[in-house]
């Protein structure tokens, strides 16, 4: 198999979902650095318009999206599952509300004045103006939650994890699963880089227990990598045969259509191409580009509208 790419940069939290699943499979994965704001001229050569952190390449083939990325990992390394059989069902759901609630509140509340100045420490004010801009545009404009509404749900949110940790490791029983690596981004967020507001986290020990089992699953074995590197890659592979894929048809679209795939909420950056597959879980996108070469970029479909490219 090609090397796991992983495209990202230190700050993310979703970044450290998939880290420390990397960890947690002890996979060894190449890490290529991208910035945290738009342009990302190297990423989008390989996705084609989609911008969010991080991006997993193997090979030719390019998966956006953390909820697809652990479905990748899964079948990469089956040996340390993160949807252990008896529970896979309610972790899944608990991992969707940690990424999208969860998320939501937590930075809202990391994002307060005292966060942002250590979050920014030291940084130019004009880095500081050009990353509000460009989270500010991922969301239309929309305000984020205000810092006191923040705090509250947050602490309600960490009081419904501890309750889940009582008497247990992890969420659903003596091991990770995909739940615990998707509640864990945001507050290791709130831990490492906003310090001055963690105590936000004294209130539920057993949370900050499981925070410290969490860190110690450890980020598998990285490697550094260039983009360049990366897209000679893409440039010089095929992607992964679709044989034996079925083909769902929900839109009325069918297979080597042109259409257009982007998220359905914060960050509709969109990426046009051939549809090729349309599984029960996820489309795959071909695409050519002068650096990247032919390359399949896959997505969800959950969180992931899909439309035909107008004419
Ligand atoms: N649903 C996406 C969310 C990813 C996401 O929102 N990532 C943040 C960084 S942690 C992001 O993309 N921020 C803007 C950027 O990095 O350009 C996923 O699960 O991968």
Same mark, same amino acid.
């Given at each position: 198999?090609?090397d ?5 940069? &230190? ?8 880290? @420390? ?7 060894a994965w190449k ?8 342009? +990302?001229?190297?990423?989008?050569? *390989?996705?084609g318009g ?9 090979g #030719? ?8 990325i652990?479905?990748? *990992?899964?079948?990469?390394?089956? %040996? ?6 008896a529970? +896979? $069902?309610a972790?899944?759901?608990?991992a969707?509300?940690?990424?999208? /609630? @969860?998320?939501?509140?937590a ?13 920014f420490? $030291? /940084? &130019? ?22 810092? #006191?509404?923040? #705090?509250?749900?947050?602490?309600s949110?960490?009081?419904r ?5 009582h ?13 615990d690596?998707?509640a ?11 310090? !001055? @507001?963690?105590?936000i986290?004294?209130?539920? &020990?057993?949370? +900050? ?6 860190? !110690?699953? $450890?980020?598998?074995?990285?490697? %550094? ?15 992964a =045969?679709l ?9 009325g679209? #069918?297979l080597? =259509? ?10 509709l ?7 090729v ?6 489309y ?8 990247? $070469? ?9 969180g992931?509208? *899909?439309?035909?490219a107008?004419?």
């Amino acid at each position: 198999m090609s090397d796991l790419i992983l495209h990202h940069y &230190p700050t993310s939290p979703f970044a450290e979902k998939i880290r @420390l699943i990397f960890g947690y499979k002890q996979l060894a994965w190449k890490s290529v650095f991208i910035p945290m704001i738009m342009p +990302k001229p190297d990423l989008t050569a *390989l996705t084609g318009g989609y911008r969010k952190t991080p991006v997993l390449q193997v090979g #030719a083939d390019i998966y956006c999206d953390t909820a697809l990325i652990c479905d990748v *990992l899964e079948h990469i390394g089956p %040996k340390s599952t993160i949807y252990p059989d008896a529970v +896979k $069902g309610a972790a899944r759901i608990v991992a969707q509300w940690a990424d999208s /609630a @969860l998320f939501t509140a937590a930075m809202a509340y990391n994002f307060q004045p005292a966060g942002v100045a250590q979050v920014f420490a $030291g /940084a &130019p004010a004009e880095s500081v103006q050009a990353f509000v801009a460009d989270r500010g545009a991922m969301r239309g404009g929309a305000a984020r939650m205000s810092s #006191a509404d923040a #705090a509250a749900t947050y602490k309600s949110y960490l009081r419904r994890l501890a309750n889940m940790l009582h008497g247990q490791d992890f969420l659903f029983g003596a091991q990770p699963c995909v739940a615990d690596f998707a509640a864990y981004h945001p507050l290791w967020f709130t831990q490492e880089r906003t310090p !001055a @507001l963690a105590g936000i986290l004294d209130a539920t &020990p057993e949370v +900050k227990s499981w925070m410290v089992r969490m860190q !110690a699953i $450890g980020h598998g074995t990285p490697d %550094k990598f260039s983009a360049e590197q990366a897209l000679q890659v893409a440039q010089t592979s095929t992607p992964a =045969s679709l044989q034996g894929e079925v083909f769902q048809d929900e839109h009325g679209i #069918a297979l080597g =259509s042109a259409v257009v795939i982007a998220a359905d909420h914060f960050g509709l950056e969109p990426t046009e191409g051939e549809l090729v597959a349309a599984t029960r879980t996820r489309y795959t996108l071909k695409r050519s580009d002068e650096r990247a $070469g032919t390359v399949h970029v896959h997505f969800p479909r959950v969180g992931f509208t *899909l439309k035909k490219a107008s004419a």
